[in-house]
């Protein structure tokens, strides 16, 4: 006769078997849960970023359109659109070459540990035209990915002959030394040209009287002793006074125009240095307009890259 099973043993087997399923149960729920929170926290990630790039493209494209650069932006943006692009090809094609290259190498093991039948020669053949086939297709797509790298070093180098705004920069302060250089040798050659003429004239003016005196002391002696040629030295000396007068006068018309024209210069330095002034200000907008446009450009270059 059979021994009757203990019902309380069996009743106990089947609660700690349906605690066992509880405990797995619950451990799949933890984690659940914590697949949920992870994606939860992941979407609300995603979503502030969506926030925050369409709040820094907004402000992108208002700085952009402020400080004037929206053209030069226009004509960058489809160069790096197009660089990501490349690049994410680029990324898909070595990805797609490597699991083909795993793939046909496990084929090869495989035929290498079971060689095929004699009867498997067409098997054989097939394969054999499917890895030609394979190794051609690699190779033309070899020769495109070369083409298409050599594309983007071209367009790479043709960014990089572009000059940034530093570069400007630097180029205008080497035009504006050099500027400042020659108006230092033109100023001083100028002088220079002014008081070798004044020497001149000094001079003429020396030599003249000096020949004037020597003159009226060779003849004085001979015209003082008649009276025709006292009247004549008087009237010589007349003529001599006249034509010194009709000097000053000329010379001191031109010291007035000299003096006319040095006033209209230092008013017009006056400007200059008021112009200058607003220049030197303007070029410290600018060098700050060019970095800030320096960071933009590296802001555009590097969202394309986060999206893709």
Request: include cysteine; charge should be neutral.
């Amino acid at each position: 006769m059979a021994v009757p099973s203990n019902p309380t043993a069996s009743l106990a087997a089947q609660v700690e078997h349906i605690e066992k399923q509880l405990e797995k149960l619950q451990a799949r729920v933890q984690i659940a849960e914590g697949k949920l929170n992870a994606g939860q926290y992941e979407i609300e990630n995603k979503r502030a970023y969506n926030a925050r790039a369409v709040t820094e493209t907004q402000k992108l494209q208002e700085e952009i359109e402020a400080n004037g650069v929206k053209d030069a932006v226009e004509q960058l943006l489809p160069l790096v659109r197009r660089k990501a692009s490349l690049a994410a090809e680029e990324k898909a094609f070595k990805a797609s070459c490597k699991a083909k290259r795993v793939q046909l190498e496990h084929e090869i093991e495989d035929l290498k540990v079971n060689p095929p039948e004699p009867e498997a020669d067409s098997r054989s053949q097939e394969l054999e035209a499917a890895w030609k086939a394979a190794v051609a297709e690699r190779d033309e797509l070899k020769k495109e990915l070369g083409k298409k790298l050599r594309g983007i070093l071209l367009l790479e180098r043709k960014l990089d002959e572009i000059p940034s705004g530093l570069e400007l920069m630097q180029y205008e302060k080497r035009f504006v030394e050099l500027y400042e250089q020659e108006q230092g040798k033109l100023q001083e050659t100028r002088r220079f040209y002014n008081t070798y003429n004044s020497l001149t004239d000094v001079g003429k003016f020396t030599q003249k009287e000096t020949s004037l005196l020597n003159s009226i002391e060779g003849q004085f002696d001979q015209a003082i002793s008649f009276p025709a040629g006292r009247t004549k030295l008087v009237e010589s000396m007349e003529g001599i006074a006249a034509s010194v007068k009709q000097t000053l006068s000329k010379a001191t018309q031109r010291l007035d125009e000299d003096r006319r024209s040095l006033t209209a210069l230092q008013a017009q330095h006056a400007q200059l240095l008021d112009a200058e002034r607003l220049y030197h200000t303007r070029v410290r907008e600018f060098q700050v307009a060019c970095d800030r446009n320096e960071e933009l450009k590296k802001q555009v270059t590097t969202r394309p890259e986060q999206v893709t």
